[in-house]
């Protein structure tokens, strides 16, 4: 089975708003690709004027196999506060790390005639997702300089969580003869590998002034 892999739009974030965002994306995403019949609820983000669908707790379910006893709510807790701790520098004050989501199933082979068996994942999805934090101090006067620059930022912040989930909705739409017949599980896995362009993002935000213009 071939692995179907969904790049997201890239997100630049103020570190306050990191959580609640990839709660917002990690749970819509599970819920969108739970293989059996889950209870919908309905999420109202504190920081943001927007709403994402999370699978509703259950004592007697789980999201994607009711063999095992997962807690969904928690593992996403989990692997956002591993992502937090992986965040690698590359700027001043910015900070950046990916998360893939990877979904797959458990298959039994059989080997020396049938005397041996093994099991392997089979990983038929990933959703990946780059992640740039910024640590600027938010401006806190009461001035309408600081109001503007703090709903910019808001605003800013909104838009880039709307247009993911936005491409998340148009993945879900497409095309899904590659997600299997059976029940199957999820991971999440945290990288800070840094690419060529975060390196040259690096360089460039840590260059010393070459020109002093002074008016």
Known sequence: MNCKEHYLPELELPTVHVRESLQAIL????FIRSPGPVSPRDVECEGFDLTY?????????????PSLDY????????SIQSFLM?????????????????????RKT????????NEERVVWEQWHLRVVVNNTP???????????????I????EGMLRSVLTKIYEIAGSSIDHVPPVMYEFEIS?????????NVYSRVTNMPNLININF
Do not use: H, M
């Open 27 to 30: 749970c819509t995403i599970l």
């Open 53 to 65: 669908p999370r699978i509703a707790s259950s004592s007697n379910s789980s999201v994607v196999a």
């Open 71 to 78: 807690d969904v709510d928690k593992k996403v807790d989990e």
């Open 86 to 106: 992986t965040l690698s520098q590359i700027g001043p004050e910015l900070l950046s790390g990916s998360l893939t989501l990877s979904f797959f199933e458990r």
């Open 110 to 117: 059989q080997q020396l005639f049938g005397l041996v068996s």
């Open 138 to 152: 938010r401006p806190v006067s009461d001035d309408s300089a600081a109001v503007i620059e703090r709903q910019r």
């Open 154 to 157: 808001q605003d800013t912040a």
């Open 190 to 198: 945290c990288s800070k590998k840094v690419d060529d362009r975060e």
